[in-house]
């Protein structure tokens, strides 16, 4: 079936490190991916998409590439902030009728000052 | 303006009680869920309706019913409820058919305690 893998936290950074979260997936097809944050106490955000192999999506600083040889998403940030501390999750939409959103488990991410 | 709003934010009741959580979207979406965010903070789809239409019903027990009146608003009612109905519950909405994968945009949640 379609799944979401992706890193296990805590990840926890001093601010300016670099991030990566490693995030993998199992699909039939070709699906649309996407990276969601949740603030604490907050519902979830969109931060980037990507729909097709090799697409890049970007948002706040975050990237993050459709490698479909890979089936990977990793999300990677050159340098990131106190303001960053979020709950990150990867998911796909393999599309269809239904547009159903399959997420990954999350991974929590701690910058330190 | 607040795109997805669910009401009420916080809701606090006891075991065999039914209550219902509301939801409404302003983006004209056609296409509204429920998910479910356990204590793990993992989410789990458990309903979604097109146009008013239920397209989509996982394994909830039945005494979590959906109802769409409109398909700017998607209700969930729960009845009888037990201690691991705990949760916190996502309303989303999306438009479907305007190409692959299209994002489903969130409201705030709601925090549900059962004692």
């Known amino acids: 079936g379609n799944s979401v893998t992706q890193m296990e936290g805590p990840v926890t950074l001093s601010e300016e490190a670099f991030l990566t979260i490693n995030c993998t997936y199992t699909?039939?097809?070709?699906?649309?991916l996407f990276w969601y944050v949740q603030y604490p106490g907050e519902g979830l955000q969109l931060l980037l998409k990507?729909?097709?192999?090799?697409d890049k999506g970007s948002n706040k600083g975050f990237e993050a590439t459709y490698r479909k040889e890979t089936t990977s998403f990793h999300l990677e940030k050159g340098s990131v902030q106190v303001s960053d501390s979020a709950v990150y999750f990867c998911?796909?939409?393999?599309?269809?009728?239904?547009?159903?959103?399959?997420f990954g488990t999350g991974t929590l991410l701690a910058v330190q000052p | 303006d607040t795109a997805v709003s669910q009401t009420p934010k916080y809701l606090v009741t006891q075991m065999g009680n039914d209550k219902s959580i509301k939801c409404e979207q302003n983006?004209?979406?056609?296409?509204m869920y429920w998910y479910k965010q356990d204590s793990k903070k993992f989410l789990k789809i458990m309903f979604s309706?097109?146009?008013?239409?239920?397209?989509i019903n996982e394994t909830v027990p039945n005494r979590f019913s959906p109802k769409s009146p409109d398909k700017a608003h998607l209700n969930l009612h729960i009845n009888s409820l037990e201690l691991g109905d705990s949760a916190v519950y996502f309303c989303?909405?999306?438009?479907?058919?305007?190409?692959?994968?299209?994002?489903?945009?969130f409201g705030n949640g709601t925090r549900l305690t059962v004692t």
């Open positions: 998911a796909l939409i393999y599309g269809g009728a239904t547009n159903k959103l399959i």
């Open positions: 990507a729909t097709k192999a090799d």
């Open positions: 989303a909405s999306s438009q479907v058919g305007t190409g692959r994968g299209s994002p489903l945009h």
């Open positions: 309706y097109n146009n008013k239409e239920l397209i």
């Open positions: 699909a039939t097809g070709y699906p649309s």
């Open positions: 983006l004209g979406h056609d296409t």
